[in-house]
C-alpha cells in the first residue's frame, strides 16, 4: 500500500491550497481516506475523511465550512481543498486509509503517506 500526499507550499492568511493523495495497492472499496494534520509541538489531529466508494464525508469542527475532501476514482486520488486559510492551519498534513467508518484517532487508521508541508502567512 502506498499514500503519497502532495500540493503544500506557502500561502498568504485567506488564500487557499488544494492537496492530493495518490493512493495505490489497496482494495478502495472498503477503506475511508482520511486527513490529518501536525504542527510543531502537538499532537496529530484529524481533519476529514471520506468513505471512498460511498462518498460520504465527515470534518472536524475545525474546518468545516472552509476545507473539503472528495475524490477522483479514475486518478486513485483522494483530495483536501483547504479555503479561507489561517496561520492555525500551518502543520504538516497527511492522509491515511482506515476500514473503520466514522474513525478520527490516528490509532485506527492502518496506512499512512509521508506528509506534505503546509506553511500559512499572517
Known amino acids: 500500500v502506498q499514500l503519497q500526499a502532495s500540493g503544500g507550499g506557502l500561502v498568504q492568511a485567506g488564500g487557499s491550497l488544494r492537496l492530493p493523495c495518490a493512493a495505490s495497492?489497496?482494495?478502495?472499496?472498503?477503506?475511508?481516506m482520511g486527513w490529518f494534520r501536525q504542527a510543531p509541538g502537538k499532537e496529530r489531529e484529524f481533519v476529514a475523511a471520506?468513505?471512498?466508494?460511498?462518498?460520504?464525508?465527515y470534518y472536524a469542527d475545525s474546518i468545516k465550512g472552509r476545507f473539503t475532501i472528495s475524490r477522483d476514482n479514475a486518478k486513485n486520488t483522494v483530495y483536501l481543498q483547504m479555503n479561507s486559510l489561517k496561520p492555525e492551519d500551518s502543520a504538516v498534513y497527511y492522509c491515511a486509509a482506515t476500514t473503520e467508518w466514522g474513525a478520527r484517532a490516528p490509532e485506527w487508521y492502518d496506512y499512512w503517506g509521508q506528509g506534505t508541508q503546509v506553511t500559512v502567512s499572517s
Open positions: 495497492g489497496i482494495t478502495f472499496s472498503r477503506y475511508t
Open positions: 471520506m468513505h471512498w466508494s460511498l462518498g460520504y464525508t
